[in-house]
């Protein structure tokens, strides 16, 4: 009895989890249909397949819409926003979490009301005020842009990752004659390099989107 469930149980599985992938690749199997037909292919019959396979539809498309200069300005500006958040991130973190700030919890509810705090609040003022320095239409002005928005996110998440490495290591490389400077770039950094990386990955994918 449980094996004649057990198979009906697996059965409706696959039936549903066939009706999910079919659902979700339709869609892209029809537009790579489509992308190979001619215009007046596609407003005749767009579920037929083409009669002349058009490979230059892909060429003309990059060339029509720019993607070589789009694709160029997105890497640039995903490049930017990493290295500066990052940078500035990471050096904001070791100091919140090494330093002993009386306001804590005032800097806490700071940083989570610049996370929570809607993008749209802020788009008129920059507008004016970057129109004003001429610097519309410019790929390192937006990246700065995305660096405040993704910093206090950066912050919050590295300042745990500082405050789990023991202070004793830094003593000791203190004792050996570092610099602070050195224990934070010799030191901590690649010791919380892996929230360095997830930071990155984060924000690269939030600033490419």
Not at 63 to 84: E, H, P, V, Y
């Amino acid at each position: 009895m449980r094996l004649v469930e057990s198979r009906s149980t697996l059965t409706v599985s696959y039936i549903v989890l066939g009706i999910g992938a079919f659902t979700a690749l339709f869609p892209i199997a029809l537009l790579l249909l489509n992308a190979l037909k001619s215009a007046p292919e596609i407003v005749l019959n767009p579920l037929a397949l083409p009669h002349t396979i058009r490979w230059d539809n892909f060429a003309r498309a990059w060339k029509d819409a720019r993607f070589s200069q789009t694709f160029a300005n997105s890497a640039l500006l995903t490049g930017l926003t990493i290295l500066l958040v990052c940078t500035t991130g990471s050096a904001a973190a070791y100091a919140l979490a090494r330093r002993k700030i009386r306001h804590w919890k005032l800097v806490t509810f700071y940083l989570l009301g610049s996370v929570t705090a809607p993008i749209q609040l802020f788009l008129f003022p920059l507008y004016f005020g970057f129109a004003k320095l001429g610097l519309i239409n410019n790929v390192f002005a937006v990246s700065l842009v995305y660096t405040a928005i993704y910093s206090p996110f950066a912050i919050m998440l590295l300042h745990t990752y500082f405050q789990a490495v023991p202070r004793e290591i830094e003593e000791a490389a203190t004792v050996d004659g570092a610099s602070h400077w050195q224990v934070f770039t010799r030191v901590m950094l690649p010791m919380v390099s892996p929230g360095i990386v997830t930071v990155a990955l984060i924000i690269g994918l939030y600033s490419w989107n």
